[in-house]
């Protein structure tokens, strides 16, 4: 029975990564980080995940802070998959929190790749490192591939570059299969709701049932490459499954602005957005990436991968997802 180790279990990319894994027969154990909150929602409504499944789901506490955690849990439990999906996920609040954005980001994933390696496990052991189309930034070409030239325009994005290169760099020096899945904006119904497109769905749903007046936002005009996460999971653990490690743009290479995310996930509830949406300076970034749009090619190249949810099919299930929510109180 093959098992894998998760960081970052709890978030959106956790959990749909979780259902894949134990419905392949995966044990799966998650780092967690210790508050006197739990957060583990998305972990406690897991989609068609038996009893038996369920048994193989073990969670640890550890920080990627910490490299002691990591080296104990790593050394303990030997998985054969590891998959780096923590990190300080919002890139409006890595300008406020550089400093620790940098230290999860960038020097946590070197703590999680040297852990690898200390316990021996570097020629067992497959590594997934979580990438961003972020770190194209301003980019030079237009769409983005893997041999496009990074632009980092932001503290995560600057952090991200530099995990991205310690991953090349470790399977290049020690020989590790270790590799980078470079992912577009990806969605879903179990997206923070700190985040613009499900901020958006929220608000669409919340107004449409007579909870909410309006919503605030910033920079309408961004663009981007927005895909479903569900399928984004199932990328990452098809990179792990190739002869050799090789590092992946997936996107869906199409590109759309924040205002028309906003006029479909209205729309969807027969509202016009003008009249509830409102602008607040405070959402803006110091340093705006204005466009971003992916080339995965390569992915349906090397696995035959093919988005098959986009833009408005996206919007859509989301919205869906939370006007139900709001009117069943589930």
Not at 125 to 153: C, D, I, L, N, W
Not at 241 to 262: K, N
Request: with cysteine; net charge negative; hydrophobic share 35%.
């Amino acid at each position: 029975m093959p098992s894998a180790f998760i960081t970052g279990i709890t978030g959106q990319d956790g959990s749909y990564l979780t259902e894949l894994l134990l419905a392949k027969g995966y044990t799966v154990h998650g780092l967690v980080r210790r508050s006197s909150s739990l957060d583990r929602g998305r972990l406690d409504n897991l989609e068609d995940v038996s009893d038996e499944a369920r048994a193989r789901l073990h969670l640890h506490y550890g920080d990627l802070g910490d490299s002691n955690s990591l080296y104990r849990l790593l050394g303990e439990l030997k998985p054969d998959e590891v998959y780096n999906l923590a990190s300080q996920s919002h890139v409006r609040v890595s300008f406020d929190m550089p400093e620790f954005t940098t230290d999860i980001n960038a020097t946590g994933t070197v703590r999680l790749l040297e852990a690898i390696r200390s316990a021996g496990l570097g020629k067992t052991t497959r590594y997934y490192q979580a990438s961003s189309s972020e770190m194209f930034g301003k980019a030079v070409e237009t769409p983005q591939r893997e041999t496009t030239r990074f632009h980092p325009r932001s503290p995560y994005a600057c952090a991200k570059v530099f995990s991205h290169y310690a991953t090349v760099n470790y399977r290049e020096a020690h020989g590790m299969f270790s590799c980078s899945g470079i992912l577009f904006n990806h969605e879903s119904p179990r997206r923070g709701e700190n985040f613009v497109t499900r901020k958006v769905t929220l608000a669409a749903a919340r107004i449409k049932a007579g909870l909410q007046e309006y919503v605030t936002l910033g920079n309408l005009e961004a663009r981007r490459d927005w895909g479903y996460a569900k399928e984004y999971a199932e990328v990452m653990w098809r990179m792990l499954q190739q002869d050799s490690p090789e590092d992946y743009v997936i996107a869906t290479g199409e590109c759309h602005s924040v205002e028309e995310w906003v006029a479909e996930a209205f729309a969807a509830v027969d509202l016009d957005w003008h009249d509830y949406v409102r602008f607040d300076q405070r959402f803006m970034r110091a340093s705006e990436v204005d466009e971003v749009v992916g080339d995965a090619s390569k992915a349906k190249r090397d696995f035959g991968w093919e988005p098959q949810v986009k833009f408005s099919k996206l919007v859509k299930l989301m919205v869906e997802a939370d006007l139900k929510a709001c009117l069943t109180g589930k």
